[in-house]
């Protein structure tokens, strides 16, 4: 079964630490990787994405997630957290063959001044 | 500026009732989703729609209806069939890919909490 696991339910840094988000993934096919993120009873907002071509990515508000296709990850990383990094994060995968997005159930970032 | 509405930001239903969930883009976007989101869990496809007057069934279709009459319009409704329709619903839209494959990002609405009392 095609899935996105997102192993940690929350991550808890603290302002001007770095921060890493993981996601990993089982998929067939070449799978195209997103990160999301939404505040507090909001919809969702894109943050970054690889399709293909260089193996790390850099997206809005001073994210980056590196895909490694040996350890099927993509895990979202920002060199020094901010406390308004504060949010809940999706990992989602889609494939080149297949129209849905499979979704990781999200982890919850608490940035600590 | 472009975007994505959805309507209400909160509704309460009781048990039996019928309720339709609006969301309107004025992204000229062809691609038009409704995911449902509780607690916990990643986003669930209730139902998409990649041109006017066509839709697909998600992975949560039951006891949900949509239609897609006009490009900038694709209306949920939940019906009094869905068994636990208390959930965070949002509704999305895209550029789909040259693959069909959602390679643009997804655009998302704010939100519609629905309550069932």
């Known amino acids: 079964a095609q899935s996105v696991a997102q192993p940690e339910d929350q991550v808890n840094v603290a302002e001007g630490n770095p921060l890493t988000v993981k996601c990993t993934y089982s998929?067939?096919?070449?799978?195209?990787l997103f990160w999301y993120v939404q505040y507090p009873n909001r919809g969702l907002q894109f943050l970054l994405k690889?399709?293909?071509?260089d193996n790390l990515v850099k997206g809005s508000y001073g994210f980056e997630a590196e895909f490694n296709k040996s350890q099927t990850s993509f895990h979202l990383k920002k060199p020094s957290a901010l406390v308004s990094d504060s949010a809940l994060y999706f990992c989602?995968?889609?494939?080149?063959?297949?129209?849905?997005?499979?979704w990781g159930a999200g982890t919850k970032l608490i940035i600590k001044p | 500026d472009g975007g994505i509405t959805q309507s209400p930001k909160y509704l309460f239903r009781k048990e039996g009732q019928n309720v339709t969930l609006s969301c309107e883009q004025n992204?000229?976007?062809?691609?038009m989703y409704w995911y449902r989101q509780d607690p916990g869990q990643g986003l669930r496809l209730i139902y998409y729609?990649?041109?006017?007057?066509?839709?697909q069934k998600g992975d949560i279709a039951e006891g949900y209806s949509v239609s897609r009459e006009k490009k900038e319009s694709f209306p949920l409704t939940v019906t009094s069939a869905q068994k636990n329709p208390t959930a965070f619903y949002l509704c999305?839209?895209?550029?789909?890919?040259?693959?069909?494959?959602?390679?643009?990002?997804?655009?998302f609405g704010e939100g519609s909490r629905l309550t069932v009392l």
């Open positions: 989602a995968v889609s494939l080149d063959s297949n129209y849905q997005l499979i």
């Open positions: 999305a839209s895209s550029i789909p890919g040259a693959t069909l494959a959602p390679t643009g990002e997804l655009f």
């Open positions: 690889y399709i293909t071509g």
């Open positions: 729609s990649q041109i006017v007057n066509d839709f």
């Open positions: 992204l000229n976007h062809d691609a």
């Open positions: 998929v067939s096919g070449n799978p195209y």
